[in-house]
């Protein structure tokens, strides 16, 4: 199965501050990757699919890149509702696989 | 607009099975793929296995444990999970499938499940 490492698994921020959290792929995927946003207790929302296309909806200041390994997702302005845990899942192979979250708190 | 909606919440003790129902609403039920996905608390999601028409695919992390039907009468999917073990707590989401690949572009609410004696 591919694995996928994010970093940081933590981290705190201001609202306005630029925020990146990336994911590793343990094997080339292209750019068959996706981005979901999860508030507690809640379901998790996509944001991007394809490394870098945003989903319907989702504000413009979310930005995915990367493929083949390196993945990145990146918050030009934190705004008080992003705050939130955040996972990418590649959808290369079966069987579909998550990274770890990276949990977005407030400074 | 796209509805996915779960059953409630369930408690079942170590051994036993349960069955929990996806329904779905505004969209073509049989032009698109059901997943399920569950996650325990604190963890990263889980991806279980998926059901399109009389088509399903199952994660081998549940040998043999797992069965997803589904009632297109109904538009609904149905989800079986037997022999159920304290690990097995978790919430479980199903999702439906991007058109063209394996993303989910929509998540139902999610149904709790507590395996306890």
């Known amino acids: 199965a591919i694995q996928l490492t994010q970093s940081p698994s933590s981290l705190s921020a201001s609202v306005g501050d630029r925020v990146t959290i990336t994911c590793r792929a343990s094997q080339g995927i292209r750019s068959t990757l996706a981005w979901y946003q999860q508030k507690t207790g809640k379901a998790p929302q996509l944001l991007i699919y394809d490394a870098s296309t945003l989903e319907g909806g989702v504000p413009s200041r979310f930005s995915g890149s990367g493929s083949g390994t390196d993945f990145a997702l990146t918050i030009s302005s934190l705004q008080p509702e992003d705050f939130a845990t955040y996972y990418c899942q590649q959808f290369n192979s079966y069987p579909l696989t998550f990274g770890g979250g990276t949990k977005v708190e407030i400074k | ?109 999610g149904t709790f499940i507590t395996v306890s004696s």
């Open chain 2, 1 to 109: 607009q796209v509805q996915l909606v779960q059953s409630g919440a369930e408690v079942r003790e170590p051994g036993a099975s349960v069955t929990l129902s996806c329904k779905a609403s505004g969209y073509t039920f049989t032009a698109y793929t059901i997943q399920w996905v569950r996650q325990a608390p604190g963890q990263r999601p889980e991806w279980m296995g998926w059901i399109k028409g009389r088509y399903t695919q199952y994660s081998q992390n549940f040998q043999g444990r797992l069965t997803i039907t589904g009632d297109t009468s109904a538009d609904t999917v149905y989800m079986e999970l037997s022999s159920l073990r304290s690990e097995d707590t978790a919430v479980y989401y199903c999702a439906r499938e991007d058109s063209t690949r394996a993303f989910f572009d929509y998540w139902g609410q």
